[in-house]
């Protein structure tokens, strides 16, 4: 059986090239600034075509979207070929309320150049549990410095 990857054959990642958020941040970011502030739903086609211009291939889009419906936070209905993504009514609340309290509580700018840094690590293999950490904090205003910090 050949290798699944040999050096020559280019790596898919979750990120795109030059680093910036994983395909899972960019949806979670692109549902919760501009759907559903509208809507509850969007066409996925949409959303490939978003998330493309972020630079993340269709397959790690379909991947973040899959995994997503999976947690119980998207559902997708076929309609031929097409398929419409909506956000089940807890995720769609969640987003809301974190929209909100962000702009409730915005940071005051006028404190000057410093920062608060949490590292927050989960304990074990539990990556659900750390996925969801890291999905609220990151709801709450706080942001992701990355693996390994």
Known sequence: ?????????PRTTRRPAGGGLSAAQALLTVLAEYVAPRSSGVWQETLMQ??????????????????????GALTT??????AYVELQAEALATLRESAQALTEHAPDTTAGDEWDVFVVRSRGK???????????MLLSGLGYLGNGV
Request: hydrophobic letters at 30%; glycine letters at 6%; zero cysteines.
């Open 1 to 9: 059986m050949p290798p699944r990857h040999s050096k020559d054959t």
């Open 50 to 71: 978003a998330l493309g211009a972020l630079g993340h291939s269709p397959a790690a889009v379909r991947q973040a979207i899959s995994r997503s419906a999976k947690e």
């Open 77 to 82: 209905t076929r309609h031929g070929n097409r």
């Open 126 to 136: 539990d990556q659900a549990s750390a996925y969801q950490l890291r999905t609220s």
